[in-house]
């Protein structure tokens, strides 16, 4: 199918190459014509490059980096996305997996999955830096919190999911309870388990993102984006943008990748290829 | 011995266990929350003290009473200037800031971001599901658009849109489209396939297919779509107000003010719990709404 | 004359309800005895009650009323005694068939090597060689099904229960699975219950074949089948064959 695939890369080429030469027509024209002085609210804010040519995102951008902000930032937010993801996880995935076997459990626990999925992870952040402090950890478990009950959802749904006849023909084996879980359930719940941890995913850097532009210390990605609007210095915040942009991408394309390994066993379904 | 897939007990069963849960945790809340009265603070050792205290856990009666006071706010005669102080709840109810109110302009918003961003998103599925060629050549844009969680956009949006509601409503909305794109494009593209040849064979074109039978075959996935874009929504929508608005329930969370004096308020938990309380159940409500109009629209489904 | 081979099963008056918004009675005092070695096919319309018996005797289910006995001792859940081949699709797909045909066996704490030893023989009789590892996703629908019953008979159990298990599939591949299921029964001997709505496979495989009647099930009659073995595609076509499909037809249009 190499054709197909040469010409989906040309395309995607071509799309964001014409993207990338608009904005940076746009951008020339944008530092001749548009003001530079801006009112916020209660004073003006001066020379601010409102659609900074590629130059100063450059120079920006080698600033940032080799003054060590940027590399900085960008370990401890992604250190603190990933404690969140484990943590969350390793609570929510049990959890869902239990709920879908005993019915007693889960209708005890149900309202309370239910308040935290309506209630969004952010609007817990005044409570848990009350309680935690401003610090690392009422990020990280805000994170959890969060990834918690989108896996939790997840691991419940797949495990509900799992056609009975599977469960009765393991029975009909002799296989106990233990084995079931481990080698029938397990596997047939990986799909939604991965997918549910792919939409977390997308969460966390949501929820990490806004929670230090809130409250946060140097370094990390969402008070540089915080600093740099309050100056405001807008190379900054563009650079800031695209480094949270090319990390999400990654973290989704390897859960992505995760994905497609788990669920190699299933039936090809027979939409366009 | 019972197989795994165990039924599940009668409904009536179900929802008194979840109330029984409910009410246990309540009462031993409020037993735990008040025993700083009832037990000699210095009894205790010291991590459990420091958390048995009014400040971290509030007593229950207090959260009722921060619940009385926010819907409250409104009866009292208008507010004369602000001044802002430190103190949340004090703050809230000089600002004359109701509980009620803030949900309602939150709400809104959401519905708002729903309506737009919604309808851009189903419209921007439906080209990138219905043409291959509009596929390959926007997708791959849409997908660095939506690694962008919106939210880091605020403050460039701000500079050019000012402190209006246009720069509130924006994130919401461009929240709301990326998440509906993707299931709409899944539910043009894999699902009306069949359908699309069928109806086409019989010699239906252009308006009729998309109407009758494209939209609808989609439809299961959008409306799925559309409950997962509600809580997005919601989660957007506190973040901005907790960082930008002047009103909303975000705002109220975080105890209003500027910007920069948001930092020094100490937050008041009991405010806080009563702001996250009603902000859930009016989340509840929404995505009732939407499931139960979504199953109405889908009756067709095979379940 | 009382009957000389051993009882293994002993069906009394087994009646099932459904509960539901209408209650539904699929079997309505049914009674049946099932020796030792012995292929026992139970052939009936729709909704006859056929898969809620074997069921029932799988352990699956428990009856409303009445008892199943297997040597002697109540059913009271499956057990790998009783193996079981489903009419839906049962394999696990995330399983290799290597891995599909010793579930059983590590689900028994059986040893690896004893293991090896019995999945290699279940490879032969099935004729699978060289898919050992492949997933059954590559796999064509009988021969999904023959592992399906490999991994059963891996376990070594005493009586075979089938349900319907080639009703998904072609004609043709039915009537090479049938063929395969035959030469297995000849070389195992093994206590079997098949049921069925295809009264030719009914005949071609079992020793005797009980009718059960439209809702709610009972036993009907039974008719015995005395074709000599090993049988073939000549069977089919033989007087004989054809004889006792005239009588079990008569003996469901008489419902």
Same mark, same amino acid.
């Not at chain 2, 608005?245 to 909303?248: L, S, V």
């Not at chain 3, 073995?229 to 000549?234: D, G, T, Y």
């Given at each position: 199918m190499n054709g197909l695939w040469r010409r989906r890369l040309w395309r995607a080429l071509l799309s964001v190459g014409a993207l990338a030469v608009l904005y940076g027509i746009a951008s020339e024209i944008g530092s001749a014509l548009l003001p530079r002085r801006i009112w916020m609210v209660m004073h003006y804010l001066e020379d601010v490059e409102l659609l900074p040519p590629y130059r100063s995102l450059l120079e920006e951008a080698v600033f940032l980096i080799q003054s060590g902000i940027l590399p900085r930032s960008v370990l401890v937010s992604t250190a603190r996305v990933f404690e969140g993801l484990v943590f969350g996880a390793a609570v929510g995935v049990p959890l869902g997996l239990s709920m879908a076997r005993a019915a007693r459990l889960e209708c005890l626990l149900d309202p309370w999955v239910t308040f935290f999925r309506f209630t969004p992870a952010l609007a817990l952040l005044p409570l848990y830096a009350l309680w935690f @402090?401003? @610090?690392e950890l009422s990020k990280i478990l805000l994170i959890a919190t969060a990834v918690a009950v989108v896996t939790l959802l997840g691991a419940y749904q797949g495990a509900r999911d799992v056609p009975r006849v599977y469960l009765e023909a393991a029975r009909s084996l002799g296989a106990s309870k233990g084995l079931i879980l481990r080698k029938i359930v397990w596997p047939a719940a990986l799909p939604q388990i991965f997918a549910s941890l792919r939409i977390a995913l997308g969460l966390a850097w949501v929820t990490v993102v806004v929670a230090e532009l809130i409250k946060a210390t140097m370094p990390s990605l969402g008070y540089l984006l915080a600093l740099a609007g309050a100056y405001p210095r807008v190379p900054t915040i563009a650079v800031g943008i695209v480094t949270i942009g090319l990390l999400v991408l990654a973290c989704d394309t390897v859960a992505l990748g995760l994905y497609a390994v788990a669920t190699r066993w299933m039936k090809r379904s027979p939409a366009r290829a | 011995m019972r197989l795994a897939e165990a039924p599940r007990p009668p409904k009536a069963r179900r929802v008194w266990l979840g109330l029984a849960s409910v009410v246990a945790l309540v009462a031993a809340y409020t037993l735990l929350s008040n025993a700083y009265r009832v037990v000699d603070p210095s009894l205790l050792p010291d991590p459990i003290r420091g958390v048995l205290r009014p400040q971290i856990l509030p007593p229950t009666q207090r959260i009722f009473d921060a619940f009385v006071q926010l819907v409250g706010a409104g009866t009292l005669p208008p507010a004369g200037t602000y001044v802002h102080t430190g103190d949340h709840i004090g703050g809230l109810v000089e600002q004359r800031v109701t509980l009620q109110g803030s949900l309602l302009v939150s709400t809104y918003r959401v519905l708002i971001g729903l309506a737009v961003g919604g309808s851009l998103g189903i419209l921007a599925g439906l080209l990138m599901g219905w043409s291959r060629a509009v596929d390959e050549y926007v997708h791959p844009i849409y997908i660095l658009f939506r690694s962008v969680p919106p939210l880091a956009l605020i403050t460039y949006v701000m500079l050019w849109l000012g402190h209006g509601t246009a720069h509130v409503l924006l994130p919401i909305i461009y929240a709301v489209f990326t998440v509906v794109v993707i299931p709409t494009y899944h539910g043009v593209r894999d699902v009306a396939d069949v359908y699309v040849k069928a109806a086409r064979a019989l010699g239906a074109g252009g308006g009729l297919l998309l109407s009758r039978v494209v939209l609808p075959a989609a439809s299961p996935f959008v409306l799925a779509g559309l409950r997962y874009a509600l809580i997005i929504a919601w989660m957007t929508t506190v973040g901005v107000e907790m960082l930008m608005? *002047? *009103?909303?329930i975000g705002y109220l969370l975080v105890g209003g003010g500027m910007w920069s004096s948001r930092l020094e308020v100490a937050g008041d938990p009991a405010v806080i719990v009563v702001g996250i309380v009603a902000l859930a159940l009016v989340g509840y409500a929404m995505d009732a709404g939407v499931r139960v109009a979504g199953d109405r629209l889908t009756q067709w489904v095979k379940r | 004359m009382p009957d000389p081979r051993r009882r293994r099963l002993e069906i009394r008056d087994v009646v099932h309800v459904y509960e539901g918004k209408m209650a539904t009675r699929a079997l309505d005092g049914v009674s049946l005895d099932v020796f030792e070695n012995e292929f026992l096919a139970i052939v009936g319309p729709v909704g006859s009650g056929k898969t809620t018996l074997v069921r029932i005797v799988a352990g699956f289910l428990t009856p409303s009323s009445g008892t199943v006995r297997w040597d002697g001792a109540p059913v009271t859940g499956p057990s790998p005694e009783r193996g079981y081949v489903f009419? $839906? $699709?049962?394999?696990? /797909?995330?399983?290799?068939v290597r891995d599909n045909l010793e579930f059983g066996l590590v689900a028994q704490g059986i040893g690896a090597p004893e293991r090896e030893k019995i999945v290699a023989e279940m490879i032969t009789l099935t004729g699978l060689q060289g898919y050992e590892r492949a997933y059954p996703k590559e796999l064509s629908g009988g021969m999904s099904k023959m592992v399906e019953v490999a991994r059963v008979l891996a376990t070594d159990p005493a009586i075979l229960l089938l349900d319907e298990p080639f009703g998904l599939l072609d004609a043709q591949t039915r009537s090479k699975m049938q063929d395969q299921l035959s030469r297995l029964w000849e070389e195992k001997r093994k206590t079997v219950i098949l049921v069925t709505h295809d009264v030719e496979e009914a005949i071609y495989l079992a020793d005797r074949v009980v009718v059960f009647s439209p809702r709610p099930g009972r036993v009907q009659a039974e008719v015995v089948v005395d074709l000599p !073995? /090993? !049988?073939?595609? $000549?069977t089919r076509f033989s007087p004989a064959f054809l004889e006792l499909k005239r009588s079990i037809w008569k003996e469901i249009g008489r419902a």
């Open positions: @402090g401003f @610090g | 608005a *002047d *009103d909303g | 009419q $839906e $699709e049962a394999i696990f /797909p995330w399983m290799t !073995r /090993p !049988r073939s595609l $000549e």
